[in-house]
């Protein structure tokens, strides 16, 4: 992929998105932190001890195990200055986003909202190259002012700033220069419509042009798509049609009971029988993987709610939000509900299971095609329990929420790509300006 071997690490990994998508690009992972037991299960499972391709170089000293970032820095700080200091290229990272999100209610006090310090702990303590870090682009926008506190009338108010502009004073202070762009994953392969702010920091004395990262990017987007002889948006249909319940003739495809450990008793999946003809996606996302794909349990919906989510796929139009008069039409209380455009990409996969309705069955997404939106590969294993509720839900991690918080490996990918191919071009011209400096003066002249 690159000319160098190039390392990162990875903070905030949940259950590996991005580490995946490095990984795919050629880069060699050294280690991953993460605070939730279920999304590092999956991570381990996958690309500690899973698939042979995707190894990491894990410190000794450092336990595999779930961490939080501020444990590790209480605990291994000196071993993160000592050992790993300057021997990190890549330090990737995706704080929590909750607390950004127009999505969901945007709390300016939510604690998630400062582990972006940790983050930039992190960086002073290891010293990379460089820096990737990956947010909603609701972390550019400023909270609005609390009720608690009001202005002083007549008081000149200074321009409250983002978390993201906090973010870039802190990367600046600690000697790099940081350039960030809105990206939509649809634009690079993956079949879903999901706009994220990356954020891409560079050390000061090796470039001051870290921008130059995105123009990289798109030749990276550019040379993905005809690799991978991929169009320029994958529709949903194109992604997920050979995980659909029925065939093309309409008859329905075998149900099996649902055997996994972590499933309750009563599911049933689909039994998967590789079609005829995949598309081109899917034969990427099978990568040539012919075993038995995990988290296909389809959900048991009662038939009152087939029948209304049956007429709102018919009735409704399909790629957008339900309309006001459309959810109390139907008696839908939820706000955010996507029946899918099978011809389009998907809308943005949340870690919330029902906000999103198939595009031509009266069902909610399984886990598996929830991955495949976001481009993880059919082998990619998921642990733990399926959804959770009430009070756990900000507390836990389970299947659904670790393939909606995830970076789609496909974007991962790309951005390794464009970053490993800046770190090329400023070792090249590091190169150069080296030998310039020791030749003879005959021969400069």
């Given at each position: 992929?690159?000319?160098?071997?190039?390392?990162?690490?990875?903070?905030?990994?949940?259950?590996?998105?991005?580490?995946?998508?490095?990984?795919?690009?050629?880069?060699?992972?050294?280690?991953?932190?993460?605070?939730?037991?279920?999304?590092?299960?999956?991570?381990?499972?996958?690309?500690?001890?899973?698939?042979?391709?995707?190894?990491?170089?894990?410190?000794?000293?450092?336990?595999?195990?779930?961490?939080?970032?501020?444990?590790?820095?209480?605990?291994h700080k000196s071993e993160l200055e000592t050992d790993?200091?300057?021997?990190?290229?890549?330090?990737?990272?995706?704080?929590?986003?909750?607390?950004?999100?127009?999505?969901?209610?945007?709390?300016?006090?939510?604690?998630?909202?400062?582990?972006?310090?940790?983050?930039?702990?992190?960086?002073?303590?290891?010293?990379?190259?460089?820096?990737?870090?990956?947010?909603?682009?609701?972390?550019?926008?400023?909270?609005?002012?609390?009720?608690?506190?009001?202005?002083?009338?007549?008081?000149?108010?200074?321009?409250?700033?983002?978390?993201?502009?906090?973010?870039?004073?802190?990367?600046?202070?600690?000697?790099?220069?940081?350039?960030?762009?809105?990206?939509?994953?649809?634009?690079?392969?993956?079949?879903?419509?999901?706009?994220?702010?990356?954020?891409?920091?560079?050390?000061?004395?090796?470039?001051?042009?870290?921008?130059?990262?995105?123009?990289?990017?798109?030749?990276?987007?550019?040379?993905?798509?005809?690799?991978?002889?991929?169009?320029?948006?994958?529709?949903?249909?194109?992604?997920?049609?050979?995980?659909?319940?029925?065939d093309h003739n309409g008859v329905n495809r075998e149900?099996?009971?649902?055997?996994?450990?972590?499933?309750?008793?009563?599911?049933?999946?689909?039994?998967?029988?590789?079609?005829?003809?995949?598309?081109?996606?899917?034969?990427?996302?099978?990568?040539?993987?012919?075993?038995?794909?995990n988290s296909m349990r389809l959900a048991r919906h009662?038939?009152?709610?087939?029948?209304?989510?049956?007429?709102?796929?018919?009735?409704?139009?399909?790629?957008?939000?339900?309309?006001?008069?459309?959810?109390?039409?139907?008696?839908?209380?939820?706000?955010?509900?996507?029946?899918?455009?099978?011809?389009?990409?998907?809308?943005?996969?949340?870690?919330?299971?029902?906000?999103?309705?198939?595009?031509?069955?009266?069902?909610?997404?399984?886990?598996?095609?929830?991955?495949?939106?976001?481009?993880?590969?059919?082998?990619?294993?998921?642990?733990?329990?399926?959804?959770?509720?009430?009070?756990?839900?900000?507390?836990?991690?389970?299947?659904?929420?670790?393939?909606?918080?995830?970076?789609?490996?496909?974007?991962?990918?790309?951005?390794?790509?464009?970053?490993?191919?800046?770190?090329?071009?400023?070792?090249?011209?590091?190169?150069?300006?080296?030998?310039?400096?020791?030749?003879?003066?005959?021969?400069?002249?």
């Amino acid at each position: 992929m690159n000319q160098k071997s190039y390392s990162f690490a990875d903070l905030f990994s949940g259950c590996g998105g991005l580490s995946l998508g490095l990984s795919q690009a050629g880069l060699r992972g050294i280690f991953a932190i993460e605070r939730d037991d279920l999304a590092f299960k999956t991570f381990h499972s996958n690309l500690i001890e899973g698939h042979s391709s995707y190894t990491f170089d894990w410190p000794k000293w450092l336990e595999k195990t779930h961490w939080d970032i501020e444990d590790l820095l209480a605990r291994h700080k000196s071993e993160l200055e000592t050992d790993l200091r300057g021997k990190i290229d890549v330090l990737a990272g995706g704080p929590p986003c909750q607390g950004f999100s127009f999505a969901g209610r945007r709390v300016e006090d939510d604690p998630r909202n400062l582990m972006f310090e940790k983050y930039v702990a992190v960086v002073e303590a290891l010293q990379p190259k460089s820096v990737i870090l990956e947010n909603v682009p609701g972390m550019q926008v400023a909270h609005s002012r609390s009720n608690h506190a009001q202005p002083i009338p007549g008081a000149t108010v200074a321009k409250r700033k983002s978390y993201f502009d906090r973010l870039v004073d802190s990367l600046t202070a600690a000697g790099y220069s940081v350039r960030a762009e809105r990206v939509d994953s649809s634009r690079f392969g993956v079949p879903q419509k999901r706009s994220r702010l990356i954020a891409v920091g560079v050390r000061k004395e090796l470039t001051d042009n870290p921008g130059r990262v995105f123009e990289l990017l798109e030749v990276a987007r550019r040379e993905q798509l005809e690799r991978f002889g991929l169009p320029e948006q994958v529709s949903a249909r194109n992604a997920l049609s050979d995980l659909e319940t029925k065939d093309h003739n309409g008859v329905n495809r075998e149900r099996i009971s649902c055997t996994d450990p972590d499933s309750g008793p009563g599911f049933q999946e689909l039994r998967y029988v590789r079609p005829p003809k995949l598309t081109r996606y899917q034969e990427l996302m099978r990568d040539g993987y012919d075993g038995t794909m995990n988290s296909m349990r389809l959900a048991r919906h009662r038939e009152h709610v087939e029948k209304r989510f049956a007429l709102i796929i018919r009735e409704c139009e399909q790629g957008v939000r339900m309309n006001d008069k459309d959810r109390t039409r139907y008696g839908l209380k939820k706000h955010r509900i996507y029946p899918m455009d099978g011809n389009k990409p998907a809308p943005t996969v949340t870690t919330l299971p029902d906000d999103i309705l198939h595009y031509s069955e009266p069902r909610i997404l399984t886990v598996r095609e929830s991955a495949r939106l976001q481009s993880f590969p059919d082998w990619f294993k998921f642990e733990g329990k399926f959804t959770t509720g009430g009070h756990r839900r900000t507390k836990e991690c389970p299947r659904y929420t670790q393939v909606g918080n995830a970076v789609p490996p496909l974007l991962g990918r790309a951005i390794g790509i464009a970053v490993c191919k800046l770190l090329d071009e400023i070792a090249d011209a590091t190169s150069l300006v080296e030998s310039a400096r020791t030749l003879p003066m005959a021969a400069i002249a």
